[in-house]
């Protein structure tokens, strides 16, 4: 528009950190940079050049335009490099081999339960076309695992299919927890699938080049991100651009109201403090600096463009042929947001990066140092008594999402000896259900101070394993199932509510919907009201149970690890963190449980800590001055026999930034007869 001229100056301030009083900065020569009307378009050219007319000039680019039927490229869905004809057998058959594999065996035929699962999920994905992306990702898994690096047994909603479990897309049997198919595949959305997976951070990188090489280095790309001006940035950048004092600021972004992302005037928040009968301060500081006006005009606009952490776009064809790349830190990235990209037909892969699957990977490398078994990690059984004393003690440091104050206090109260406890504090260890009571009501219940009771018999299937209460989104997807007979189609929106924390009011919504079903089920109209009740209150911020098996089971290995092979598991945590804070704190812990932190020693010190029979000895880069250079040079030159037999080496590897004071202080030369601390 005409009058965001303006703006645009100051975005050019914002953008060279100069401020508007430089007569310097950065601006255009001109201020009419936007899109004119006719009339307008008539005057400008007339001014330049009065005596011309202009008039069949400017009829034709009407007719040009009118002329011009402009429709976006779409991109085709990705293909499996392989036959089309063959692709739907293909499937087939892995997945009932997989099937087979994992669940039955010469002695213990498949049960039919399994048989019909799977015909039934393998029924949607034809249907839906889904075929292509199943073995895109069920590749990309298999080529993973096959190069030794870990993947997480699953993410999210995508456990609850019983083909991915087949495929070793997921680790999680999804018929053995009561986990849903239809909570990963909506039936009536035509989109693809979104299946998340977890990599181990380290080697996340080396997924992203298969992929490349897979398909080619034109065909993949990186998801955007935008960051968008929020109203406290805005008035940043404008105070610091038009140098009003920090104070005036600091009073209006004090006043300002807060909304969240998804309310629809989020972008509205400092026109309406501004416009607001309640607020006063913003008004004084707008009279007495009226620049402030343009901080409204910044808000919602896009500050800067970034890299996706894990969002991966993939097309058939180069991707230049439906949007343009920019380069972001080295990495090609799209030009279009994940919802226009999906739009025009690019498949989006989020090759998620888990930190703790390293520390799992390198600690399984350790153990293999000193014992050549190979650990299963995959097909560990979830069983193990000592695992679970544990969790029951509270030794919950460096256990994956057990270490943190709230989880800890859950479960040292509901003191889980199985599996399925352990899922559960996942869920219940968080702000609604804690807030609400219903932790503490399980607790009760599980601990046999408190009766567990059902509403109505019918519910008993549904949540005994939760003693009788609704704390999974599954469960309220099988009880608007079973009980109520509605629609997958309303189910699915109702569990949408759930997922966005949309509450009650929504929720209300479908209880229309649920009666007829619930009546026709036998149950009376108290019984029904109270179920319904309960699903609104409980049911309401219940928890994905498909995320909270899967994410469970990384909390068991990292246990396990604890547990077995303690050395191992701090040492690989001790090896992949870089921050001195996080280190000095888990060494703490680690000698808290018994165990010895050795020394630097120059004979016997790697690059970073590395295991001994007595402890873990302090490695070379975890002394403050010593890089990773330098490091691997004096770990080259070991064994040495005195200081100057390692001043004699290291003045051939040129490691200069070690001095002498500083390797014997730290006790680095312990081990050389004859030097001392």
Not at 10 to 19: E, F, K, N, W
Not at 252 to 267: C, H
Not at 560 to 566: A, E, G, R, T
Not at 570 to 593: H, Q, V
Request: with cysteine; net charge positive.
């Amino acid at each position: 528009l005409a009058e965001q001229n303006k703006l645009q100056e100051i975005l050019l301030c914002v953008q060279s950190r100069d401020t508007m009083d430089n007569p310097k900065h950065w601006k255009f020569d001109q201020d009419d940079f936007f899109l004119k009307s006719r009339e307008q378009m008539e005057k400008s050219l007339k001014d330049c050049f009065p005596k011309e007319d202009f008039t069949e000039a400017l009829d034709e680019t009407v007719k040009i335009a009118e002329s011009i039927d402009f429709v976006f490229p779409k991109a085709e869905p990705v293909r499996y490099p392989m036959p089309e004809k063959d692709k739907v057998n293909y499937l087939t058959n892995m997945v009932r081999a997989g099937v087979k594999k994992k669940l039955s065996s010469d002695l213990v035929p498949l049960e039919k339960k399994y048989k019909d699962r799977i015909d039934r999920e393998l029924d949607v994905i034809v249907k839906k076309n889904f075929v292509d992306y199943f073995l895109v990702i069920a590749d990309l898994i298999q080529w993973t695992k096959a190069q030794g690096i870990l993947v997480g047994p699953a993410r999210g909603s995508s456990a609850g299919s019983l083909a991915c479990y087949a495929l070793s897309i997921t680790e999680v049997e999804p018929i053995k927890y009561g986990l849903i198919f239809e909570r990963f595949i909506d039936l009536n959305r035509e989109d693809l699938p979104d299946i998340d997976i977890d990599f181990e951070d380290a080697r996340r990188h080396e997924v992203k080049t298969y992929l490349e090489t897979k398909y080619g280095s034109d065909k993949v790309a990186n998801l955007p991100t935008f960051a968008i001006f929020q109203g406290k940035s805005a008035l940043d950048d404008i105070g610091r651009v038009f140098k009003i004092p920090f104070s005036v600021i600091d009073k209006v972004k004090t006043a300002l109201i807060q909304r969240s992302g998804g309310d629809s005037r989020a972008s509205m928040t400092i026109e309406d403090t501004f416009n607001s009968e309640v607020f006063t301060e913003p008004k004084k500081a707008m009279a007495e600096f009226p620049q402030l006006k343009y901080a409204i005009g910044l808000e919602g606009q896009v500050r800067q463009m970034g890299q996706h952490a894990a969002g991966v776009m993939i097309s058939n064809d180069p991707i230049t042929n439906f949007c343009a790349f920019y380069q972001v830190r080295g990495h090609k990235v799209i030009s279009l947001e994940y919802k226009d990209a999906s739009d025009i037909g690019l498949l989006k892969i989020d090759i998620l990066g888990l930190n703790t699957l390293s520390v799992v990977s390198k600690a399984l490398r350790l153990i293999k140092l000193k014992d050549p078994k190979t650990i299963d990690i995959y097909n560990m059984p979830l069983d193990d008594p000592k695992v679970f004393e544990a969790f029951c003690k509270g030794r919950l440091f460096g256990v994956f999402q057990f270490d943190g104050q709230a989880v800890n206090q859950v479960c040292r109260q509901i003191q889980p000896k199985d599996f399925e406890s352990l899922s559960a504090i996942s869920a219940l260890a968080r702000p609604g259900p804690l807030n609400s009571g219903n932790t503490t009501e399980y607790i009760q219940r599980k601990n046999k101070k408190k009766e567990i009771t059902y509403v109505h018999k019918i519910m008993e299937s549904i949540t005994s394993d939760s003693y009788g209460i609704v704390i999974y989104q599954e469960q309220v997807m099988r009880i608007m199932r079973e009980i109520g007979e509605m629609s997958w189609k309303d189910t699915s929106e109702i569990r949408k509510l759930i997922s966005r924390s949309q509450g009650v009011e929504k929720f209300n919504t479908f209880k229309d919907k649920f009666m007829p079903g619930a009546l026709k089920n036998g149950l009376t109209q108290k019984e029904a009201d109270k179920i319904w009740d309960e699903m609104c209150s409980y049911g309401s911020w219940s928890f994905n149970k498909s995320h909270s098996v899967s994410y469970s089971i990384i909390s068991y290995w990292t246990q396990w690890l604890k547990v077995y092979h303690p050395m191992e598991f701090y040492g690989a945590i001790l090896s992949l963190i870089k921050s001195d804070t996080k280190k000095k704190n888990i060494m703490k812990e680690f000698m808290k449980e018994g165990y010895k932190i050795l020394p630097v020693d120059i004979n016997l010190s790697k690059r970073s800590f590395s295991l001994e029979k007595e402890g873990l000895r302090i490695g070379f880069e975890d002394i403050k001055g010593i890089g990773k250079e330098a490091a691997g040079k004096i770990i080259k030159g070991q064994p040495y026999v005195s200081y100057e037999d390692f001043n004699q080496k290291n003045l051939k590897n040129r490691v200069k930034q070690v001095s002498r004071k500083h390797m014997v202080d730290l006790g680095a030369f312990d081990s050389i007869s004859g030097h001392g601390r």
